[in-house]
């Protein structure tokens, strides 16, 4: 294990959520790909098996940090502005992908799908019982979430990939906050500050009626 690996909290990542929204309930975009860097640690921590979803993220955070730092980047300090912006000027595809299929809505979108799914896994870890199977809690949180925007070969091909994951309690250990029970405890501390950054978002698109962007 490299010092990089050593080093990793996961503890840390989830309270960097924490630091994404401001007073007025708004999403700092820099804040929020950063926390979502610090996930990608975590999941290629875990080996290969959440490539699948790691190697996406990257491609979305690669897509977001290009707008973010270009001409129109005082349009992407918040998700609101973003939001804004994009529909504002017409620069979302809201029936199919065709003139704008990188646009800043449907590639935040796509990490707010898959936020809701680590969400999901992580609180299933944390309330389920010790002999509880990782690869059936993380199934259950990616067939109530992702698996509906995925074809059926890579729902397949990704609940098989799950048989692969470790036990709960060596899931837990891979956290580096202590022992199981601590990292449980760490999860009831640091859960909701994910939560809240989904809700907001969540509520956001579903104003603008964007949760079912192509």
């Not at 975009?29 to 999941?43: I, N, P, Q």
Request: hydrophobic share 40%; glycine share 4%.
């Amino acid at each position: 294990m490299d010092d990089l690996e050593s080093e990793f909290n996961l503890k840390v990542v989830l309270v960097s959520f924490k630091q994404c929204v401001n007073e007025k309930e708004e999403v700092l975009l820099d804040h929020y790909l950063a926390s979502w860097r610090g996930l990608v640690r975590f999941l290629n921590s875990l080996g290969t098996i959440f490539s699948f979803i790691s190697k996406d993220v990257v491609a979305k955070l690669q897509i977001m940090q290009q707008l973010c730092g270009g001409p129109q980047r005082e349009h992407y300090g918040t998700l609101q502005a973003m939001v804004a912006y994009e529909v504002g000027s017409q620069l979302v595809d809201l029936e199919r992908r065709s003139r704008h299929p990188d646009s800043g809505c449907r590639t935040v979108l796509r990490l707010h799908r898959a936020l809701h799914w680590l969400q999901l896994f992580l609180e299933g870890v944390r309330t389920s019982p010790e002999d509880a199977r990782t690869a059936t809690l993380c199934t259950d949180s990616y067939n109530a979430s992702l698996a509906a925007y995925h074809p059926w070969i890579i729902r397949r091909a990704v609940t098989v990939a799950f048989c692969a994951l470790p036990t709960r309690k060596v899931f837990l250990e891979t956290m580096n906050v202590g022992s199981p029970e601590q990292a449980v405890e760490m999860l009831g501390e640091a859960l909701p500050f994910i939560e809240r950054v989904y809700d907001i978002s969540q509520r956001l698109y579903a104003e603008h009626a964007l949760l079912d962007l192509p």
